[in-house]
């Protein structure tokens, strides 16, 4: 009878536990179209600012699910949950889903802790590039080619022409710069509980299970579990989403403006659409998923 009465009041006046505001960052890193807004710090702002904007909430929570992309959006990312985490004196717990690899992992790091189920893909510290080549095509098919550059740097790697040895070496100097931050960033977050030595920077990953024991991750679990364990059995998560834009969607602010342009571009906005989704599941694909 008495739960009964307590159902009917407002819910302000029930007896509750906490309440757990939860982001889920969900997707590849900066792959973004008009129609696919893709994970950015455009599009995570608003519920990060919302989430952290909980007084009484003990921690936020975080579900990750992202095989990585955008080195730079990763990095903005983790920076702006860490401002966030400091400025509100909020504690971070990460989950992860199915995937945190490459930047991916990267925005992970920004948890106090990390928490991963025994089966997701973990780790993956280190930078790609990826293309094709058509010379031999453009022969076949009697194409030439034709550009014209003011510094003769401004064309390398261009997918038309041969590899060029001194192009190589130079994009392998960048991806080399960034891996030596993202080292910099997983050894000043988790050095303290690190193992496996210089392979867990070889860009290889594990399951949770396995990242467990390298320190990768501080335990496996699950957010819900996870959450009423810590906070009590009426602890509450709550999921903070971003505002809904034109046609419903999820979106950053502006994300309305940009739909209807990309209908205006009629083929070329749907063109660039599906060619980020190739981009998209090819890098979901590579942790087989």
């Given at each position: 009878?008495i739960?009964?009465?307590?159902?009917?009041?407002?819910?302000?006046?029930?007896?509750?536990?906490?309440?757990?505001?939860?982001?889920?960052?969900?997707?590849?890193?900066g792959?973004?179209?008009p129609?696919?807004?893709?994970?950015?710090?455009?599009?995570?702002?608003?519920?990060?600012?919302?989430?952290f904007?909980f007084?009484?909430a003990?921690?936020?929570a975080?579900?990750?699910?992202?095989?990585?992309?955008?080195?730079v959006?990763?990095?903005?990312?983790?920076?702006?949950?860490?401002?966030l985490?400091?400025?509100?004196?909020?504690?971070?717990?990460?989950?992860?889903?199915?995937?945190?690899?490459s930047?991916?992992?990267?925005?992970?790091?920004?948890?106090?802790?990390?928490?991963?189920?025994?089966?997701?893909?973990v780790g993956?510290?280190?930078?790609?590039s990826?293309?094709?080549?058509?010379?031999?095509?453009?022969?076949?098919?009697?194409?030439?080619?034709?550009?014209?550059?003011?510094?003769?740097?401004?064309?390398?790697?261009?997918?038309?022409?041969p590899?060029?040895?001194?192009?190589?070496?130079?994009?392998?100097?960048?991806?080399?710069?960034?891996?030596?931050?993202f080292i910099?960033?997983?050894?000043?977050?988790?050095g303290?509980?690190?193992s496996?030595?210089?392979?867990?920077?070889?860009?290889?990953?594990?399951?949770?299970?396995?990242?467990?024991?390298?320190?990768?991750?501080?335990?496996?679990?699950?957010?819900?579990?996870?959450?009423?364990e810590r906070?009590?059995?009426?602890?509450?998560?709550?999921?903070?989403?971003?505002?809904?834009?034109l046609?419903?969607?999820?979106?950053?602010?502006?994300?309305?403006?940009?739909?209807?342009a990309s209908?205006?571009?009629?083929?070329?906005?749907?063109?660039?659409d599906?060619?980020?989704s190739?981009?998209?599941?090819g890098l979901w694909?590579?942790?087989?998923?």
């Amino acid at each position: 009878m008495i739960d009964t009465l307590r159902g009917l009041l407002p819910k302000k006046f029930r007896s509750q536990g906490p309440v757990i505001p939860v982001v889920r960052l969900q997707g590849a890193i900066g792959m973004a179209t008009p129609l696919r807004p893709g994970l950015s710090l455009a599009t995570v702002a608003q519920p990060l600012e919302k989430a952290f904007s909980f007084k009484k909430a003990p921690a936020v929570a975080l579900v990750v699910n992202s095989p990585g992309g955008s080195p730079v959006q990763s990095r903005l990312i983790y920076q702006r949950i860490r401002e966030l985490a400091k400025e509100k004196e909020k504690e971070v717990l990460v989950f992860v889903e199915d995937v945190a690899a490459s930047g991916g992992y990267m925005i992970a790091l920004a948890g106090d802790e990390i928490i991963a189920d025994p089966c997701a893909i973990v780790g993956s510290i280190g930078v790609v590039s990826a293309g094709f080549g058509f010379t031999d095509l453009i022969k076949k098919v009697g194409v030439e080619r034709r550009v014209y550059t003011a510094g003769e740097k401004k064309v390398i790697l261009d997918p038309f022409q041969p590899e060029n040895p001194d192009d190589i070496s130079y994009l392998k100097g960048l991806q080399q710069e960034i891996h030596d931050i993202f080292i910099e960033m997983v050894k000043s977050r988790r050095g303290d509980v690190l193992s496996g030595g210089e392979d867990v920077f070889s860009g290889k990953f594990w399951t949770g299970s396995s990242a467990r024991g390298l320190g990768l991750i501080d335990g496996l679990g699950h957010l819900r579990g996870t959450l009423k364990e810590r906070y009590g059995s009426k602890a509450e998560p709550k999921l903070i989403s971003a505002p809904r834009g034109l046609f419903g969607r999820r979106s950053s602010v502006g994300g309305g403006v940009a739909a209807l342009a990309s209908f205006s571009g009629g083929v070329q906005g749907l063109g660039n659409d599906i060619i980020s989704s190739l981009e998209e599941r090819g890098l979901w694909a590579r942790y087989g998923l």
